[in-house]
Each structure stands twice: as C-alpha cells, then as structure tokens.
C-alpha cells in the first residue's frame, strides 16, 4: 500500500467505528474524507498532491530510531496508519492559487510515548534540508532549555545516524545548532522569543502544557509572516490546569472541528476519551493511544491504569499522560470521576421554601467570591445533601483571566462594575436567599473583611437566621473537608454540573496538619473558592437537626 492508502485506510475504519477513536479523530477524519469529496468540485480552493505527501513519508522512512531496542537494532522508523494521515495531510494538501501548503499550523494532543516527538524530529528535518526553503530558520521551543532539546536532541542523532545526507547536503551537526551552509539554513532550541528578525519557516512548541503562556507561540506564528508556506506545530500531552496553553489551543482547534469556527491553515489531531468512557476500561486505552501495541505496549498501559484505580492519587498523572484528559490539579483530593457521577438534574427553584444553609467564602474582594446553598434530605434512613453555588467577580479581574471570559460569556458567573467585588451585590442575593427559602445559617471567614460583612448583613436578616463564623484552618474544615469525600462517594451530595464549582472541587488538594487536613491549591490561578464556600455550608448543615420536611421534589425519590 502507499502512504497515502494506508492515511485513507485509517481515515475509512475510524468513521466506519473499526478503530476506536474519540470524537475530536472522528471529526477530524470526517474533514479530511470531505475534501477528497469536494476536490473534483471547481470552486474547492485545494487539491491533493499524492506525490509530495508520498515523497515526505518516504523521506521520513528513510531516518533511523534514535533511542530504545529499535535503535540499538539499527532500524529504520515505519510510520503507522494513524501517522501517515497526519504526515500525509500536512503535506499532501495545497492550495490551488499558488501550490503552496494548505495547512500552516497543527495542534497535536497526544498522549505520551505514541512516538510524537520523534515524528516532530524527522519533520524538523524535512523542512531544514527538503521544503526547498533558502534560508530556512526551523526551531524547537518549550518552557525549559531541556525540554526544548528533547525534539532537537532526536534531530541531531538522526543526521548523525546518516552521514551520506550529510555529505550531499553540506548539513553540519553541531552542539547547540544544526545548520545547512549551502542554503543558509539552520535549526535551533529556543526557550524564550526569538530574537527580533527571526524569520520562522518551521517551529515546534513541545509540550506546550508546561509553558506558562502562549508568548513563544505566538512569537512563532508572527515569525512566519514573511514565508510562502511555514508550519508551526504544538506537540503535548494534555497536562493539568484548564487554563494552562495546550487546553487553550485545544478548544480553539475543537471549535474548528465541530464548525463553531474557522479556520482552513489548522490541522487538528487530538487523541483522548469521548464523555462517557469509563476511564478503567480497555476502550478508554484504545481510544486515546494510537500507537498502542507499537511504541508503547498494552501490558504497560493496563498496569499504569491500574495503579491510578489502586490510588486516587495516580489518577491525575495517569489521566493526563495517557488519556490526554486535562485535570485541574496534579494531586486532587476528590475524585473527578465520582463529583461528576454525583450529577443531577436539580434546579433551584425546586427547593422553594426548604431549609437550607448557606457558605460564603469572601476570599479578595479583587478576585473570586462564592456563596453555596445547601439543602438536605433524608432518602432511605440516609441524608443526602444539594449543594448550589453563585460566583461574583470583578469586571476588572474577567478582562484579565481567559476562564473568567468563558464563564461570563456562558452567564456561569456574576460580574460587579469596577476593579473591585461589591458586597452589595452579595448581600443582595443572600437577602433573596432569606426570602426565598429558610436559611438556618450562614458560614463566613472572619478575614477578608468578614467582619464589615458581617456588621452589613446581621441587621437585615430576620431573627430565625443566624451568622456563624468558620476560619479558614483546619480545625474547623478538616471535618466538612472529609465529609464532602465520602458523601461524593457514596453519591450522597447532589448537584447539577456547574462547570465552576466542578473547577473548584477539582483544583482542591490537601494540606496535612497532623491528624487534620484543610483545602489547599497547588498555584494560585487555580480556585477553590467555590469548593469551600460548599464545605462551610455542609459544616452546618450536617451538624443541625434533622426535621421532616413536609414535601420536595420527586425526582430525588
């Protein structure tokens, strides 16, 4: 078969489901098999060159393995199904105006050891020594000097590993730099910006989840604008954060695929778990890693799955290095899998008139506040608890943080005028709380100005409902801290997916004080606000009297 039977071969198995393959593959793949439809149609702006891709697989091919039993063998690199659709793609599709490439940029969301970065090497060399570019400027970045070695390191021991190219060609192979004196051309590891009047014909970002920002990207992409036809790639895992560079590259490319945006220059490979999968199974393995079987073996990928069912504690790692699930915090002291299990369909106004408890975590009046509500039922001789939150920000602050935009955009958040949280505004949903349902009690810090908040409030509340401080230490959240676990486990607290709160639940980790515990977050970008202000709520709430409650709603029956 050629390269480019065997990119349509995999293309027609992942759409007729003979290869497990995420969403993001599918859709992908159904892009590529419609501009095969469409190339006969004289209005369609690209066609496909079988040659040029066949001659770049081949050129590929030609380069050994650099580390590993292969290598130590002497073999040659043998692109798969999977790897010869993404090859032949980037190369094989021009444009007909001028002949030049269709695609100049690609996000590549991959799990660890499918051999991405080794394909990201020989691409290196492809466009250093074969594009046809005089003056070719081809870079590897990433957020460490290390990292950004790893591709380039791979590229330097294949041009070692075939001294006749390097004597036909001239190319020299140095310790910081490979360069092509001939055709003034040169491939370096770069950490920061390039330099100002760098002319950027290829570039690779390597696990752009690690880079503190899009900067070098962008810097890449501004460095192309003189070229006739660069390619920029990001090459990563998945990596922790939602916020982090490698998910926002991510869901702008999944906007392309599912047609909310455009953008004809963006090849888009993502491999990870559709929505429903069961993390623990074989088809999550499957579906995630192409190269399963190949460069990594099933026996390695079960064990590793394994150990993250063994230990909560794993999961994070796991999930992110090999299911490319992007998880907010490294070390997440709840479970995402079981909060999102504790998903209903509960709405608000079904809790009209009950008891409830209310949280508020005042946190900075320059960042992110959270109020919860929770209520409480007792179903089967067990209680069980519905948790709901609201979240204030500052105009100021959402200008500022990309999530932030997202929430707004979705109505998930509410912002106050100004630079600055308007308490006002708190108070003014906690009194419609008061009217609306029967609160026992609100929880409050007594730092963050909670005092003030509290002299505000107390007056206007009416004589049922009492203000009960909860310091943010451990002596006091230790106890709501566990509680929140083991209700979250036995699916015993409720609530209806607030994306915002499930980014809070998800960025708590444990900070260890003896035999007590209380939330913590890895960086400070990453916020907890909302889960506290639910586990201050639950503090009171699970330790009131339990009342009959006249009626509730019967979808929890």
Known sequence: MTFTQKANSYVEQVLKGEIQACQQIRLACQRTAEHFQRQPDPDFPYFYDEAQAERVCKIIQGFKHVKGKWAARGQHLVLEHWQCWLVCSLYGWKRKADGTRKYRRATFVIPRKQGKSLLAAALLVVHLIFDGETGAECY?????????????????????????????????????????????????????????????????????????????????????????????????????????????????????????????????????????????????????????????????????????????????????????????????????????????????????????????????????????????????????????????????????????????????????????????????????????????????????????FVQSLTPQLSSGTNMVEIPQRASHLSAPMRLLEELTYNQRIHHNGDPVLQYGISNVIAKHFGNLIQPDKEKPEQKIDPAVALMMALARASVAPVVQWSSFAPFFL
């Open 140 to 452: 590897c970045g990433a957020s460490n000097l290390n990292q950004a070695k790893e591709i380039f390191s791979a590229a330097q021991q294949m041009l070692i590993q075939a001294p006749s190219l390097r004597e036909f060609t001239g190319c020299e192979v140095n310790a910081a730099s490979i360069v092509v004196p001939e055709t003034n051309s040169k491939a370096l590891p770069v950490i920061g910006k390039p330099k100002d009047g760098s002319n950027v014909s290829f570039a690779v970002l390597d696990e752009t989840h690690q880079c503190k920002d899009l900067s070098l990207y962008e810097s890449f992409q501004t460095g192309t604008g003189a070229r006739e036809q660069p390619l920029l790639i990001s090459v990563s895992t998945a990596g922790f954060g939602t916020e982090n560079p490698c998910r926002q590259l991510q869901l702008e490319a999944e906007k392309v695929l599912n047609g909310t945006a455009a953008d004809e220059e963006l090849f888009v490979v993502i491999f990870t778990v559709d929505d429903g999968v069961d993390w623990k199974s074989e088809q999550a393995l499957l579906m995630a890693n192409p190269n399963a079987g190949v460069s990594v073996t099933m026996d390695f990928l079960k064990a590793q799955q394994q150990t993250a069912i063994n230990n909560p504690e794993k999961y994070a790692s796991f999930a992110t290095k090999h299911l490319d699930l992007t998880v907010a915090a490294a070390k997440s002291y709840y479970s995402p899998e079981k909060w999102r299990s504790c998903t209903d369909a509960i709405k608000l106004d079904q809790f009209d008139g009950q008891e409830c408890w209310l949280g508020v975590d005042l946190a900075s009046k320059l960042d992110l506040t959270a109020i919860a509500i929770v209520f409480r039922k007792t179903i089967d001789g067990h209680l069980h608890y519905f948790g709901f939150t609201d979240c204030f920000v500052p105009e100021e602050a959402v200008a500022n943080n990309p999530i932030y935009t997202q929430w707004h955009a979705r109505g998930l958040i509410h912002v106050t005028e100004g630079n600055t949280i308007s308490y006002a505004d708190i108070e003014q949903l906690i009194l419609a709380h008061c009217q609306r349902f029967k609160v026992q009690e609100i929880a409050f810090d007594p730092m963050w100005g909670g005092e003030f």
